[in-house]
């Protein structure tokens, strides 16, 4: 016991003496505010007052940059306007803007060099800088209620990107607005990360995820960009309670994907709804998929999927399955095809006959869009109707055993109608 209580005198001692040794640095307008997280001694809090600072600064020991009534640090258009190489580093209530714009060196408003662990950067405005945040190699981070625009007037691929995450572990990317960057989210060779809340727009991709396992990406809106979400090359991803609307290619892309969940996301107004290539072994359950001009794009193998409860309603083409053999979704509970033409004789909410997705006439107009414009002839629909009747000429198809004849998502019209500006 005597011990004990020792060691507990001897902890409460350090304690004090760290409290008693930590301090606050003020630096006011027109003071040197380099020279003063310089000075500043580690677990110090450098406050910086409302005004405007010139300064590429260098953070290299634990302490908390916060800003008071908001004040804005520029780099000058060059290096990095902050950069961090100690751990335990909190960066909060700031402007930081103009970076440098070296693709090369990857110039970015704050950088997170190795080491830089349990980094936080919140409530800041990340404004003009080519790269928003960079973190490499840096584990625990926080990244929380920030506004994040990149070079608007630059072109596509002079971005840099809004967050990017390389060898990380442990991030957590919460509440974010992020536009008009590169893509918005980059993730590589990151793994147990939690992306929430976040709404990414006007960039090529909302989310760009590569060769990155075990993250959790839940209640994130992703609009107005070339790509909503692309999971690509990973495995043990969760995505779920997502919005990915009026994007101009795909909502969401799973490519080479494995062992993952898919759930109750409403993918909306995107030229193709979902993208799904080379896909084994996930759960694509619980989705609405609305108004899309193709609802779902699944080519390249892409089989062994619980394809479950979806709402498949009101997309131009509803599937386009590229494929040798049918491909069964619905096997156990069923999806709803809001172009299901069968019955319900017995009155269990499920359809008496299979839904099968495609036939001859859809892949003919596939290689040949202008067979469009004969839809409507009463050759069209004889041919239809002979692929229907003579199963040699039948197509490989998506097949639903027992369709639902009911959507489950009761307010899936008010997603109707948000397409990319201009389509």
């Known amino acids: 016991m005597k011990g004990a209580i020792t060691h507990l005198g001897v902890a409460l001692a350090l304690w004090i003496a760290g409290a008693v040794q930590a301090a606050t640095v003020a630096v006011s307008p027109g003071g040197d505010l380099a020279a003063a997280v310089q000075a500043a001694q580690p677990g110090d809090t450098v406050e910086v007052a409302r005004g405007h600072y010139r300064a590429n600064l260098l953070i290299d020991k634990p302490l908390t940059l916060r800003g008071v009534g908001r004040p804005t640090i520029s780099g000058g258009n060059q290096g990095d306007t902050i950069r961090v190489t100690a751990p335990d580093v909190v960066i909060e209530g700031l402007i930081v803007r103009d970076s440098g714009d070296s693709l090369k060196d990857q110039n970015a408003g704050i950088y997170l060099y190795p080491g830089a662990h349990r980094a936080v950067v919140r409530r800041c405005d990340l404004a003009y800088n080519l790269f928003g945040l960079w973190i490499e190699k840096a584990d625990d981070v926080l990244i929380e209620h920030n506004n994040i625009t990149g070079k608007r007037e630059y072109a596509s691929p002079q971005r840099g990107n809004g967050v990017q995450l390389y060898n990380t572990k442990r991030a957590k990317i919460l509440n974010n607005e992020i536009s008009f960057v590169r893509d918005a989210l980059y993730?590589?060779?990151?793994?147990?990360?939690?992306?929430?809340?976040?709404?990414?727009?006007?960039?090529?991709?909302?989310?760009?995820?590569?060769?990155?396992?075990?993250?959790?990406?839940?209640?994130?809106?992703?609009?107005?960009?070339?790509?909503?979400?692309?999971?690509?090359?990973?495995?043990?991803?969760?995505?779920?309670?997502?919005?990915?609307?009026?994007?101009?290619?795909?909502?969401?892309?799973?490519?080479?994907?494995?062992?993952?969940?898919i759930e109750n996301n409403v993918v909306a107004g995107n030229s193709r709804g979902f993208f799904i290539y080379d896909v084994e072994y996930i759960k694509l359950n619980g989705n609405l998929i609305v108004d899309n001009t193709v609802g779902v794009h699944l080519s390249a193998g892409s089989k062994n999927n619980e394809v479950e409860g979806n709402d498949v309603i009101g997309n131009r083409e509803q599937v386009r399955y590229v494929g040798a053999r049918d491909e069964t979704w619905g096997a156990r509970s069923g999806n709803h095809w809001s172009n299901y033409l069968g019955w319900d004789r017995d009155g269990d909410g499920l359809g008496d006959v299979p839904y099968e997705a495609n036939d001859m006439v859809d892949r003919l107009t596939w290689r040949h869009p202008s067979v469009k414009l004969l839809l409507a002839s009463p050759a069209v629909q004889a041919l239809r109707l002979v692929g229907r009747q003579f199963p040699i000429l039948r197509a490989p198809?998506?097949?639903?055993?027992?369709?639902?004849?009911?959507?489950?998502?009761?307010?899936?019209?008010?997603w109707r109608g948000k397409h990319f500006p201009g389509q």
Do not use: C
């Open 187 to 261: 993730v590589d060779v990151s793994h147990n990360a939690l992306f929430k809340g976040n709404k990414l727009h006007h960039s090529r991709y909302g989310t760009h995820y590569m060769n990155s396992y075990y993250n959790l990406w839940e209640d994130n809106d992703t609009y107005y960009n070339r790509g909503g979400l692309a999971l690509m090359e990973v495995r043990h991803q969760e995505v779920r309670n997502n919005r990915a609307w009026g994007n101009s290619d795909h909502g969401i892309m799973l490519r080479t994907l494995q062992d993952s969940v």
């Open 397 to 414: 198809s998506v097949v639903d055993p027992h369709p639902r004849m009911r959507p489950a998502h009761n307010d899936w019209s008010q």
